[in-house]
């Protein structure tokens, strides 16, 4: 599937308009902001720079993210029809060997793991890759394992987080085709085994097939709204990046030949293993490819303490990342559009809030100096609102003609306050990592809880505290808190987005997983 750098041609010159206009914008208040000319002046020039500047660049990502959707509709059907080359391929004599790898680590789940073994594919082997050190996990998997005639492995240091754990398993073996890395609670189709086949049999250069996921349900309000985003994304943005952007692989769903394994000589020993493997598939001369039409399920975290912990894990991860994969990135053989498209999809996440700060201590420090409200034009501000919106649009697609429709806005709004309230714990995340606090690999609790008054105060007095303290400041520096009402409204919301899993809904049947 030939990638081309169409739509990053697009996104480079939509996104240099935009600056053209911010900069034009930037420069008519520095021009009201001149007085006297002295250093009060001066800073508030500088000031304003640096704002224009941090602007500049978080615009660059709801770019690429508007331009995907805005592509999307209008090449779904000639996307989709690409994919019809990868066609069901008969099985020869011998039908190559997979490996399902079932990794957990204190979250075991039997009934994920028993529907995802029932593949309708007449060679293949289910491990369950064990790291538990909760003897209750350890003894309900061997009794799983011996009902069911399954492998369990385990290893006597437990080093290099899941990447580890997969190696340790693979290092030297021959005795498979292909593997396939599944999470505690995902469940994949009983024909992914034989789908995956297929798109190895389309392309020698395939060395990964990574599969779409969604969330179920969700068993209260706090998964539902929330895990419509992962339905979204996959049935998107991962298309569009299949042919105008970098394949990632999510870490699960996914199935490796043993030739691209061997290639790149294993998992990195990293927390964002996925991310750093896919780099080094690319290296080796293979290619990952998504395959939509492979459907699994996976569970949305439980409630707001298990996102936080998952995001927190994300930054450490990300971060990790960047500091070590950086140059090879660089070095790499992908082309020019696929590393733009890879940093600006991983490096977000640990950068983002940072720059935020930043704007915040500009809008501050200018209100202090005399200028309380920097005022942009009304095309300025009316492409701030698009860009905020731009992650409701791929929803629009996905839910729009649903039942699901009259989700959206509350998802949406839940989504912005969210993600904003964990502003403190990443900017917090960031800092340790920066000064040399090692990644470590955090499991996402799987299992929820009612949280009482004092549990809710708990997990969320920091982020309210964080959100009253830029709220005040910018109150004081310019008179009202309209500049920092997003990232301090969330925060002051946390309370109610940890209440909203307590709200359960009523229990329905997990959706099954799609035939290919």
């Not at 920066?434 to 690999?441: E, L, P, S």
């Amino acid at each position: 599937m030939h990638k081309r750098a169409t739509l990053y041609w697009i996104i480079f010159g939509v996104w240099s308009a935009c600056l053209a206009l911010l900069a034009a914008g930037t420069v008519q208040i520095c021009l009201r902001a001149q007085g006297t000319g002295g250093a009060k002046d001066a800073a508030a020039i500088v000031l304003l720079s640096v704002n224009a500047l941090i602007l500049g660049i978080l615009w660059l990502g709801s770019i690429k993210d508007l331009v995907f959707s805005i592509a999307y509709a209008a090449m779904q059907r000639r996307l989709h029809g690409r994919y019809k080359t990868i066609k069901r391929r008969a099985l020869p004599a011998r039908a190559p060997r997979f490996v399902l790898l079932y990794c957990t680590c204190n979250d075991f789940n039997a009934k994920a793991l028993s529907i995802s073994c029932k593949q309708r594919y007449p060679n293949f082997q289910t491990v369950i890759l064990d790291d538990s050190t909760k003897e209750g996990y350890r003894r309900e998997i061997d009794a799983f394992a011996k009902q069911r005639g399954i492998e369990v492995v385990r290893r006597a240091k437990r080093e290099g987080f899941k990447a580890g754990n997969l190696n340790h398993y693979l290092a030297g073996r021959t005795d498979y085709d292909y593997f396939v890395v599944l999470d505690s609670d995902e469940v994949i189709p009983p024909s992914f085994l034989r789908r995956a086949y297929d798109y190895f049999a389309a392309d020698p250069r395939f060395g990964a097939v990574q599969a779409r996921h969604v969330a179920t349900a969700g068993k209260n309000v706090f998964q539902r709204l929330l895990g419509m985003s992962v339905r979204a994304n996959g049935s998107t943005a991962q298309i569009i990046k299949n042919f105008y952007g970098a394949n990632a692989l999510l870490g699960h769903g996914m199935a490796i030949s043993r030739p691209c394994f061997e290639a790149t000589k294993g998992f990195p020993l990293v927390v964002a293993e996925d991310i750093s493997f896919a780099v080094d598939i690319k290296n080796a001369g293979y290619e990952i490819v998504y395959a939509p039409d492979i459907r699994c399920v996976e569970e949305f975290p439980v409630d707001y303490v298990a996102l936080k912990k998952r995001q927190c894990k994300w930054v450490q991860g990300n971060l990790e990342y960047m500091r070590k994969y950086d140059k090879d990135i660089n070095a790499s053989r992908m082309r020019w559009f696929e590393k733009t498209d890879i940093k600006l999809s991983h490096y977000a996440l640990p950068v983002v809030p940072v720059l935020g700060l930043l704007l915040v201590a500009c809008t501050a420090a200018l209100g202090f100096l005399g200028y309380p409200v920097v005022r942009y034009s009304l095309l300025v501000y009316a492409m701030m609102l698009l860009f905020l919106c731009s992650p409701l649009i791929p929803d629009l697609f996905v839910y729009g003609a649903s039942r699901n429709a009259l989700l959206l806005l509350p998802a949406f709004f839940v989504n912005i306050a969210t993600y904003a309230s964990l502003a403190p714990m990443m900017l917090r995340t960031m800092a340790l990592g920066v000064f040399g606090k090692k990644a470590t690999f955090t499991v996402t609790p799987k299992t929820g809880q009612k949280f009482s008054f004092g549990q809710i105060v708990r997990h969320s007095w920091g982020s309210v505290l964080f959100g009253l303290t830029i709220g005040a400041l910018c109150y004081f520096a310019c008179g009202n808190v309209l500049p920092v009402a997003f990232l301090g409204g969330g925060c002051l919301l946390t309370p109610l987005l940890v209440l909203l899993s307590n709200f359960t809904l009523e229990r329905r049947r997990a959706p099954r997983p799609a035939k290919a």
